[in-house]
């Protein structure tokens, strides 16, 4: 969590409520949004082998015997000393950007059988958020070094040095961070893993003085934020840095054993950070914070011109266990543990289709989808298989508390476009595991699935919203995967069942923020009720089958005069973002919530409508759907050095100010952003058009293209739903999976 504020102005921001409204490919895949670029980790990899040969063989053997029982007495006997850090509890505290330059954690094929229950993220030159023991829990906020003189000079990594992100291995997600000071004095490279047989995480590190004859001194700064409250304790235990707070303890050690260690409290004269950046040295030391607060602990790394040694961040439910884990992964080696980490994700692939030729030939295209495959992989949690969180991050989080919801939590619709992407690439125990989680752990009683919910099942407070689409998700996944058995309609039935009785209005469309006639839950619900008519089917149940059909059929019928507009400030007629009672002609204000901006319904403009062609209720050559999506180009088409991009909708507001701070709703004229899954779907939609079909059914947000969807050239009728599809047999992609 923030300890302190890095910004020029030094001043507190506001913190903005929460947000969503992407998929995981928008929401997950920040950490590779910028692959091509300079500096990118994906547009550098052979960089990645002169990184591995920096690391030296120190890091590859196990500690001698001499070391084992020096560190194994240090760490679990010595008592921790008793000065303790006076003041506390420190300032509040804030997680980091949710900009991500990596992500990671050991890969099991079966995740209810890993060891390894860590996620680790990065950011500019620095470890950012670690979960732990779920995808759901983050809790740390960063470990990063500083280098001092010990006289007049300090350089903080993530402010201080150039910054290479390199991906070390195109199949594993394994991440070396190298961070140069800007005046050139020292260059630091840094290797990610986590443990696959502990929680423990892993960072290979190599220190180079690059100039001056003055020697430099190495700190770790690591800001614990254990329990998400603000309240954790912290000693030195022999030369582990040790914390607890919140029923998760961490332990930091090193193979190179620290010589300097100190607790403090965030933003007080205890504080390392403080001490380093103010006087250049530690000016006080305590080996103990006692009273619960914002905990900053340091420690100094003794190096010389030329050092590599190891950090292993380990947690566990007690201080005990979050040391053996620290201190076993050390024992092991890194190169040990790397081959085992690598080893993990190389096994993965082995099991998955072939990549599609469109990027098997072009190696960034294929890095590309192979990264984009693992990062949507790594989201699953542990402990809960098949609940998927959207991200391992928190938007904006620089400037959030603590305890503010992030997107580290489950979203049905993320959840489904995860478990269908996997499922075409060939991970379909993935997919079946992220069903079985929907119908077993976040369906409701009466057949609503919630807004989102922690990986446990639990709902979010102040994010209890519905959302029809997420009603219609789970139908839809599992026709889609044949799995028709009774245990598996009778679930079915219950959603199936709320959608005839409560829909087509939904409370919340796709973007969370309107309720009402929107074109893109229309087209979903249609689709589950489809979906489910089948299984109703196969299951025996005649009447139910009939029921949805002839709903599907009625709502088919009249979407586009319940969502298409002929009037307003836009001559061309073309579908509606949203509106409120199914009267698209009619002057209504929709009040946007992110802007602060109240516009007339059929002057706001959203490329969801293509939901309709891609889920194959509209053909992909109807001539509204055409018209639509020229209207849509004109209004929110930004053509970018990468290639054209779209935003969500007319004068989105969920982005930075114009001043490029954080995301506020409580400040009017904040700028939304262009979502390259809007690329991913017209993406899909190019390759509907050259196929000259109907719609090729990739499920939603353009990440994947499972099966195709056949209906009458004029909508759907009784003989030919979006929902009764034939298996296409084609891969996933060919266009879908890269836009």
């Known amino acids: 969590m923030q300890r302190r504020n890095l910004s020029p102005s030094g001043a507190r921001r506001k913190l903005p409520r929460a947000g969503h409204g992407s998929t995981p490919l928008d929401r997950a895949g920040r950490a590779h949004a910028r692959v091509g670029q300079a500096g990118h980790p994906l547009g550098r990899l052979g960089r990645a082998t002169l990184v591995a040969a920096a690391l030296t063989a120190v890091l590859a053997a196990p500690l001698c015997a001499g070391q084992i029982a020096s560190a194994t007495a240090s760490t679990l006997t010595d008592a921790p000393a008793t000065l303790a850090a006076p003041g506390g509890p420190g300032i509040t505290s804030t997680w980091t950007s949710g900009d991500k330059l990596g992500l990671g954690t050991s890969f099991a094929a ?52 150039t910054q290479q992100v390199v991906l070390s291995d195109s199949q594993a997600l394994e991440y070396t961070q190298i961070d140069t000071a800007k005046n050139g004095s020292y260059r630091i490279t840094k290797k990610y893993v986590t443990d696959p047989d502990r929680s423990t995480m892993l960072i290979a ?67 390392g950070f403080s001490q380093l950046t103010t006087s250049h040295k530690l000016t006080g030391v305590y080996d103990s914070a006692t009273t619960p607060g914002n905990i900053v602990q340091t420690a100094e790394v003794p190096v010389g011109r030329d050092t590599t040694f190891m950090l292993s961040l380990g947690f566990g439910a007690s201080t005990a266990e979050a040391q053996l884990n620290s201190n076993a992964s050390i024992l092991a080696g890194f190169t040990d543990r790397e081959t085992a980490y690598v080893g993990g994700w190389h096994s993965w692939f082995t099991t998955l289709k072939a990549a599609p030729a469109s990027v098997a030939g072009t190696p960034k295209l294929l890095t590309q989808y192979d990264v984009a495959l693992m990062t949507l992989r790594a989201h699953e949690d542990k402990t809960h298989p098949g609940a998927f969180v959207a991200s391992l991050s928190t938007p904006w989080g620089e400037v959030r508390t603590g305890n503010a919801p992030g997107y580290h939590a489950v979203w049905a619709r993320d959840l489904y476009n995860t478990a269908t992407a996997l499922n075409a690439a060939g991970d379909t125990p993935a997919a079946v595991r992220a069903l079985n989680y929907i119908l077993g752990t976040q369906e409701r009683s009466d057949g609503s699935i919630p807004h989102n919910s922690t990986v446990n099942g639990a709902g979010i407070a102040g994010l209890d919203g519905l959302q029809y689409d997420e009603i219609a998700d789970p139908a839809i996944l599992a026709d889609q995967l044949g799995i028709t058995d009774a245990a598996t309609w009778a679930k079915v039935e219950l959603s199936a069942d709320y959608l005839v009785a409560h829909g087509v209005s939904t409370p919340q469309e796709r973007w969370e923020e309107q309720g009402g006639y929107s074109p893109a839950t229309i087209a979903a619900e249609i689709a589950g009720l489809v979906s489910a008519a089948d299984i109703a089917t196969k299951n025996g149940d005649t009447a139910r089958a009939t029921s949805y059909l002839a709903t599907a059929d009625n709502w088919q019928a009249s979407v586009e005069s319940w969502t298409v507009t002929h009037t307003g400030d836009i001559s061309t007629a073309h579908y509606e973002r949203i509106n409120h009672n199914g009267t698209p ?143 296409s047999g084609h891969e996933l992609g060919r266009a879908a999976r890269l836009g």
């Open 110 to 161: 079966d995740p209810s059988t890993s060891k390894s229950h860590v996620w680790y993220t990065l950011g500019p030159g620095k470890m950012t958020e670690v979960f732990y023991p779920t995808a759901d829990s983050p809790q740390t906020r960063d470990l990063q070094y500083v280098v001092t003189d010990n006289s007049g000079y300090t350089s903080v990594e993530e402010t201080d040095t």
């Open 205 to 271: 590190t190599h220190f180079e003085q690059l100039t001056g004859t003055t020697p430099l001194h190495l700190y770790a700064l690591y800001n614990p934020s254990l329990g998400n409250a603000d309240a954790d304790i912290a000693s030195t235990v022999g030369h582990t840095l040790v914390a607890s707070g919140g029923g998760v303890a961490s332990a930091l050690t090193s193979s190179l054993q620290f010589t300097t260690t100190t607790s403090g409290y965030s933003g007080d004269a205890t504080d």
């Open 585 to 727: 002609d009619e002057n209504q204000i929709l009040t946007d919530s992110n802007g602060w901006l109240k516009l007339d319904a059929r002057d706001e403009i959203d490329p969801s409508f293509l939901e309709l062609t891609r889920l194959g209720v509209k053909p992909a050559n109807d001539a509204v759907i055409g018209a639509s999506v020229g209207v849509v180009d004109s209004v929110l088409k930004s053509d970018t050095p990468a290639g054209p991009m779209w935003h969500r909708y007319s004068e989105d507001g969920y982005g930075e100010k114009a001043d490029g701070t954080p995301f506020n709703n409580s400040d009017p004229g904040t700028i939304g952003r262009a979502w390259p899954v809007l690329t991913g779907e017209r993406g899909v939609r190019a390759r509907e058009r050259q196929r000259g079909e109907r719609a090729d059914r990739p499920g939603r947000d353009g990440c994947e293209c499972e099966r195709r969807v056949h209906d009458s050239g004029a909508g759907v009728g009784h003989h030919e739903h979006p929902g009764l599809h034939r298996r």
